[in-house]
């Protein structure tokens, strides 16, 4: 019965697989709308269930699975992401092909993403990384006919094994200095001998690599335009934020000893994501792409956080991807709505949508104030607690650039904003008619964009969820 | 038995990786790529094995590693190429001058 609840995302996600499986064997002519509503149903039990479900710590698999409490919220919240990029995807699912397949291939990249979170080894942790990343790169190609689509899948597969090599290179040189795989066991013996320190930043970089980190992002902003739009937000907010959950956690309780190296790489790191993010998202024109450097900047914010190296660090770094999933599922909501229905993708073609579609304009105008940490939305708060935990090395240079960093970011957020509200436009997109599913997900999202940063008790929440970690 | 050292054996497998590197950063051919990588993944497995060994005797942990790896990369390169055979069908050539839409 222990693990009925140790592994409740896990069986739930295969079990679900099963019954499509099933239901496509079953009945091969069914509808696309009704598949959609088969899995839109299904996955809102399972995120029901996996928030009511009570929580259990503890381990199985002799140490190979590995549950807590903040990883359980983790999980919980990625399945509900899940939920929502399914509700607003809802357009371009209508129009493609192999609609089940597309499913199937989601399911198991969640579910591989939970299982990396729980991973309590390395053999483990490889395993779930590569189920969460090659059925991602299928996802990428969906576009069929697309020449870039095709494109994107090519540059994400190959970058994602070649740093699973350079990961996997890192982890033999763990195992050469101390003869064990096992977290717990690794924690016992980390130490500075320099093979066990190559062998760590080797497996930072594989890391480091997914999360797109400056010197190894360039297969970001490619993918992300090249990718059919639910599934970049699927990239950018599901798979991103597990892989920062897994980061904070093999950082903080596994190399915990290495404290100074790692805080030397974030360091530097972080400083070139920023700015570099920011300066390549000034120049964007597509939406998508505009959105991918976007996202490389609000990385490097995280890494910030991390760099404290305290409690508040990591409380912060997920509070900070709550805040950052609902933000970007009603940017990426918006743009797939424009994309599927019109095709359009670029800056200057959302110039007067404000007159003609007030209610897209307006959640795509809140999702970047909350992006770019305009004070009543929750972004604002989820900054402040990532320079907060920042602050606690003492290390004020870090904090400075970041500052400044978000003051250089308003600048092109509010540029979509002015082309959206106060550019006037003779062929601007014409009104629009949203499905229930979209806005369902559109006001879920902005609801939660302004009470995450208004209730305290959600920061208080995560604070004591890692508690003890 | 044990006649070749283990650093013999290291270096090999560290030849064979930067030999991946490489040829996964100057090869234009999308298959030699994937080549390449496998080559990687191949000094991995040598790595661990040569460990395990040497190094660990009484315990199994790297080789089933190495096990472990083989697989994935089976798996890897199954979607890999079914990735290629679709960008062959949209841009008919598999170099990756060709494909260039996506640009900074």
């Known amino acids: ?469 | 038995m044990n006649a070749i050292p283990l650093t013999h054996v290291l270096m090999v497998s560290t030849a064979l990786f930067f030999i991946g590197v490489y040829g996964f950063f100057t090869r234009r051919n999308l298959i030699t790529m994937l080549m390449s990588i496998e080559l990687i993944l191949n000094s991995v497995n040598i790595n661990f094995v040569a460990f395990n060994k040497y190094l660990y005797p009484e315990q199994m942990e790297g080789l089933f590693f190495s096990l472990f790896t083989i697989a994935i990369a089976a798996a890897e390169a199954a979607v890999a190429i079914a990735i290629i055979i679709n960008l062959y069908r949209t841009h008919s050539s598999i170099d990756v001058e060709d494909a260039d839409e996506l640009k900074l």
Not at chain 1, 25 to 41: E, K, L, P, T, Y
Not at chain 1, 117 to 122: N, T
Not at chain 1, 266 to 284: C, D, E, K, P
Request: proline share 2%; net charge neutral; aromatic share 14%.
């Open chain 1, 1 to 469: 019965m222990q693990l009925f609840y140790l592994l409740k995302n896990e069986w739930m996600l295969s079990f679900m697989m099963v019954v499509l499986l099933i239901l496509k064997v079953a009945d091969n002519g069914r509808s696309h709308s009704s598949w959609i509503r088969i899995f839109n149903g299904l996955m809102l039990v399972l995120c029901v269930a996996g928030w009511l479900m009570p929580t259990v710590e503890g381990e199985a698999f002799g140490g190979m699975f590995f549950s807590y409490k903040a990883g359980a919220f983790a999980k919980n919240l990625l399945c509900t992401g899940t939920l929502f990029i399914g509700l607003i995807g809802e357009d371009w699912l209508k129009k493609t092909r192999h609609v089940v397949e597309f499913y199937l291939l989601i399911i198991s990249t969640l579910m591989g993403m939970c299982f990396m979170i729980s991973a309590g080894h390395m053999l483990m942790f490889y395993l779930s990384l590569e189920l969460a990343s090659i059925p991602l790169a299928a996802m990428c190609n969906f576009g069929f006919e697309e020449r870039r689509s095709g494109e994107a899948a090519m540059k994400l597969i190959l970058s994602s094994a070649f740093s699973s090599g350079l990961m996997l290179m890192g982890i033999s040189f763990l195992y050469g200095a101390t003869g064990t795989l096992s977290f717990a066991q690794l924690t016992l013996m980390s130490s500075y001998e320099p093979l066990f320190i190559i062998g760590f930043v080797l497996l930072f970089t594989g890391i480091v690599f997914k999360l797109s980190v400056v010197p190894f992002h360039l297969w970001t902003a490619d993918v992300y335009e090249g990718s059919p739009a639910p599934v970049t937000a699927f990239l950018s907010v599901i798979s991103k934020g597990a892989m920062v959950m897994v980061f904070a956690y093999i950082l903080y309780h596994v190399f915990g000893a290495l404290n100074d190296v790692w805080y030397t790489l974030l360091y530097v790191l972080s400083i070139a994501t920023m700015v570099i993010g920011n300066l390549f998202a000034i120049r964007q024109q597509n939406l998508k792409r505009f959105l991918a450097f976007s996202s490389i900047t609000q990385i490097g914010y995280i890494l910030v956080g991390i760099s404290g190296s305290s409690a508040e660090g990591f409380t912060a770094a997920m509070y900070f991807i709550v805040v950052y999933l609902f933000s970007n599922i009603v940017a990426f909501g918006v743009i797939t709505h424009i994309a599927s229905k019109t095709g359009n993708e670029t800056i200057d073609s959302y110039k007067g949508l404000a007159k003609t579609n007030p209610f897209l304009a307006w959640s795509m105008a809140i999702a970047l104030f909350s992006l770019a940490g305009v004070p009543p939305t929750a972004g604002f708060f989820g900054k402040i607690f990532l320079l907060k935990a920042g602050v606690g090395t003492g290390n004020f240079v870090l904090i400075i650039v970041a500052a400044l960093n978000m003051i250089v970011a308003l600048y092109y957020y509010l540029r979509v904003i002015r082309a959206m509200f106060m550019d006037s436009n003779e062929n601007a997109i014409q009104p629009l008619e949203s499905g229930l599913s979209l806005r369902i997900a559109l006001f879920v999202c902005l609801a939660g964009i302004i009470l995450t940063g208004f209730a305290g008790s959600i920061y208080e929440y995560i604070l004591n969820l890692n508690v003890g970690l």
